[in-house]
């Protein structure tokens, strides 16, 4: 079973930037798909940013042109490039990882407050 830990959030003002890891207690070339989610208070969880193992990628419509989703296979770490950044964007993000035929995978969140 894959452990995924994420780390790299922290308080930010607007218009700055951030770049969270999800670093993977074992290999990910056999994850089909890994996300990340943001949950802000009182909100679901939504999709942020998916990619597939292909290197197929996808994003929520407001963070299109200013996040950034990446995989390094190699380090076994899912990376999410936050540019621009804005107070809407505060949440806990979780980094998600699918492994078609088993029970998806769930790190434990890192807070990102954007705020002046």
């Known amino acids: 079973q894959v452990l995924l830990v994420e780390s790299g959030g922290g308080l930010v003002q607007p218009g700055g930037s951030l770049r969270l890891s999800c670093a993977a207690s074992?290999?990910?070339?056999?994850?089909?798909?890994m996300n990340w989610y943001r949950q802000a208070p009182g909100k679901q969880r939504e999709l942020v940013a998916g990619i597939t193992n292909g290197g197929i990628t996808n994003y929520l419509d407001s963070v299109k042109g200013r996040f950034t989703i990446s995989r390094d296979n190699a380090k076994n770490t899912l990376f999410l490039q936050m540019n621009s950044l804005k107070p809407e964007d505060t949440a806990v993000y979780f980094c998600n990882a699918i492994k078609y035929g088993g029970p998806p995978r769930w790190g434990q969140g890192t807070q990102v407050t954007v705020s002046s």
């Open positions: 074992g290999s990910i070339i056999s994850i089909n798909v």
